[in-house]
Every structure is written in C-alpha cells, then in structure tokens.
C-alpha cells in the first residue's frame, strides 16, 4: 500500500515539474556579440546584460519587445 502511494507521489510530481518551468523571460545583450536574445534567467549583467530592464510573462512579448529597443537595433 505505501509502495502505490510513493508511485503515485512520484508520478504526480514527475509530470507536474513542466508547469513549473520558466515565467519570467529578459531580454539580454551579449557582451561580446553585442547581440540581443530572450533568456529565462535575469541576465547576469557580466557576460549578458540586461537590455530592457523588465520582465516579461511570456516569450512573445519578450521578442516582441527585442525588436522594439533602441538597444537591439
């Protein structure tokens, strides 16, 4: 009996561990590239800096934004 349950712990937690993935995404600038991305991290401002100093909910905007700044172009 407490087998099954220890399975069924498990299981749960091994196919809920995705929802709790990255929700914040940055958009940082290489320090050497000078090129600008999307991270899921805030950038770290040696080897990437933060280009837009906000965080965004969702991929989209964050790229969206990218395109946006006077920092990437």
């Given at each position: 009996?407490?087998?099954?349950?220890?399975?069924?712990?498990?299981?749960?937690?091994?196919f809920s561990m995705p929802a709790f993935a990255a929700n914040e995404?940055?958009?940082?600038?290489?320090?050497?590239?000078?090129?600008?991305?999307?991270?899921?991290?805030?950038?770290?401002?040696?080897?990437m800096m933060d280009a837009g100093n906000k965080m965004y909910a969702?991929?989209?905007?964050?790229?969206?934004?990218?395109?946006?700044?006077?920092?990437?172009?």
């Open positions: 009996m407490i087998g099954k349950i220890v399975l069924a712990a498990s299981l749960v937690a091994a995404y940055w958009v940082a600038k290489d320090a050497s590239t000078k090129k600008c991305s999307v991270v899921s991290s805030k950038p770290d401002g040696k080897k969702n991929q989209a905007n964050a790229e969206r934004a990218m395109k946006e700044l006077s920092a990437c172009k």
